[in-house]
């Protein structure tokens, strides 16, 4: 037995001594499968359900011609070497880049996929979390390329402007949004601020679904108190497969990794574990 299952098996002993349970929460592969593969291309996306990801996270900008395309930062340059704004410029110039081979020679050609691709990519019963970006611009071209696609049940959007997200669920009521929050340390101390009630009220207030936050700062308490506002609680971005079993173990619905094989792996051999 690797040293990995060891230390899961030892977690795993500790929290059901207690009474607690391991229940594995939904895997959601960031940007894909984007250790292994270029981010936020089809290539990452195919690879993440090679893996059995139960979900996929994808980050979404508006071209200068109105089309959705899938890509975390506004500017190409990190990713393809040539420094285009998205929001400046048009679909066909965007597409002509090559968004893989900075990952290796095997992903050379891969492009800018359009928002449609993916959705057309999503297979049953698997979900799609879509980040949105830039501002509420891109809203209406969302809420039609969601309605056109027949799989509104199976698409999350998510973002860090709540009144954003409040003009998402508004648009798309029927589709879960949840509001995306950054960890915080205490000035005085460095010590991360677990979330509260605050970030549950205002998110409840504004009629959303759920909250995305950052692993370090979700504690039982966030969890508790979340659930009892009936709001779900999702965790980014998480590759350690011991903070995924702390997370899954205070009921933590949903974890964001980079590495999703990874984590289904550690998550599967704690369950296994149990007598």
Not at 156 to 163: A, E, H, K, R, T
Request: proline letters at 5%; charged letters at 25%; zero cysteines.
């Amino acid at each position: 037995m690797s040293w990995l299952s060891l230390l899961l098996v030892g977690i795993a002993a500790v929290s059901l001594s207690a009474g607690g349970s391991v229940e594995r929460p939904e895997i959601i592969a960031h940007r894909g499968a984007s250790h292994d593969a270029p981010e936020n291309t089809i290539a990452a996306i195919k690879l993440a359900w090679k893996q059995n990801a139960n979900a996929v996270e994808i980050d979404i900008w508006q071209s200068a011609d109105g089309r959705i395309l899938i890509s975390h930062d506004r500017s190409t340059k990190r990713i393809t070497g040539v420094d285009m704004d998205i929001p400046e410029t048009s679909s066909d110039e965007l597409r002509k880049l090559d968004a893989g081979a900075f990952k290796g020679e095997a992903f050379r050609g891969e492009k800018l996929p359009f928002l449609e691709e993916v959705i057309d990519a999503l297979p049953p019963r698997k979900k799609l979390y879509v980040e949105v970006k830039s501002g509420p611009e891109v809203l209406p071209e969302l809420k039609k390329t969601i309605d056109s696609s027949r799989k509104r049940k199976q698409i999350v959007i998510i973002g860090f402007d709540l009144q954003t997200m409040t003009r998402a669920k508004k648009l798309l009521p029927q589709t879960p949004v949840f509001w995306l929050r950054g960890a915080v340390k205490d000035a005085s101390s460095g010590k991360v601020v677990p979330f509260g009630e605050e970030v549950v009220r205002q998110t409840r207030e504004n009629g959303l679904d759920g909250v995305d936050l950052q692993s370090p700062g979700i504690s039982a308490d966030t969890v508790r108190i979340a659930q009892a506002s009936g709001l779900n609680v999702v965790a980014w971005t998480v590759d350690d497969p011991q903070e995924a079993l702390r997370l899954s173990e205070i009921g933590v619905k949903g974890i964001t990794t980079n590495r999703p094989a990874l984590l289904l792996k550690a998550l599967a051999e704690a369950t296994s574990a149990r007598p």
